[in-house]
């Protein structure tokens, strides 16, 4: 692995790999981005971000210190089945440390890539506004808009925060038994005690689309959806995830650069140290 210098870091810590707990794969990966591009940006701007933040997080009164290891991005090759084996095999040494693994991203087909190392009873839970349910996008089976359809194969699915899909993905999404949380029912009980359900006692991988936000907080993404989620809800919901289960490994993705306005790579970076801070109280 590429190990970056202090000054490329998260949180600009120096950290002993030996030492570490979490270890920080920047995933660079835009190969079938649709609509808006530069996701390939994202790791490195959120990276950049989070030196702008403390390791003190005060809803959640934990300290992130000396744990995350930051490598160097990968090298992502242009052909996505080639680029998803290079995510795979890289998560795979991860774990093969006894470490976990964290992503940031690049479009969300890294999240397929990560699920190819993890074992068939870990439980997927994706925050997005779509589903990514397509059967394939012009032509390609891997790509942004299937991964949940893809992980879903291998491994149970939930689906969080969803408010765009097709009819078609609907009954596709009923047909294969997929958990799905649609924004506007996302904190009602009944929706909540579906997931609980499903991940009560599991081991359980996190992937937060950054799209799955309101615009309003979140505009740097490829695909913005009106009306998602507020950060606040957003922490409610990882929280009851965290303390329900066991976490095995978590990614944020599709992060798109705006320049100037860098309020989504903030968040991205937040939530990172906020997931972590959870995971270790
Ligand atoms: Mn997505």
Do not use: C
């Not at 702008?52 to 090759?77: H, K, Q, W």
């Not at 939930?158 to 609907?170: F, M, N, P, Q």
Request: charged share 30%; proline share 4%.
């Amino acid at each position: 692995m590429l190990l970056y210098e202090g000054k490329d870091s998260f949180l600009e810590e120096v950290v002993d790999f030996k030492k570490s707990k979490y270890v920080l794969l920047p995933v660079p990966m835009e190969i079938s981005t649709t609509y808006l591009k530069g996701t390939k940006f994202g790791p490195r701007s959120a990276i950049e971000a989070s030196r702008s933040l403390e390791n003190y997080d005060s809803e959640l009164g934990a300290e992130v210190r000396d744990v995350i290891f930051t490598v160097g991005e990968l090298e992502i090759p242009p052909d996505a089945e080639k680029a998803v084996k290079v995510i795979k095999e890289t998560v795979s040494d991860v774990l093969r440390e006894e470490k976990f693994p964290i992503m940031l991203g690049g479009e969300h087909t890294i999240t397929y890539g990560a699920s190819l190392a993890f074992d068939e009873d870990v439980v997927f839970v994706i925050f997005d506004a779509h589903a990514d349910f397509k059967k394939d996008v012009l032509g390609s089976q891997i790509n942004h808009a299937s991964d949940s359809r893809l992980i879903s194969k291998r491994n149970k699915v939930a689906i969080l925060g969803v408010r765009s899909l097709s009819k078609e993905d609907k009954k596709e999404l009923e047909k294969n038994g997929i958990v799905v949380l649609y924004i506007d029912d996302i904190e009602e009980k009944s929706a909540l005690s579906r997931l609980h359900t499903l991940i009560k006692n599991k081991k359980v991988y996190i992937s937060i689309d950054m799209d799955v936000f309101d615009p309003s907080i979140a505009p740097g993404v490829g695909t913005p959806q009106p009306g998602g989620l507020s950060y606040q809800s957003a922490l409610k919901l990882l929280k009851a995830i965290v303390t329900t289960s066991k976490l095995v490994g978590f990614d944020i993705n599709e992060i798109r650069p705006l320049g100037d306005n860098n309020i989504t790579e903030i968040l991205a970076a937040k939530l990172l140290i906020d997931i972590v801070a959870l995971n270790e109280k």
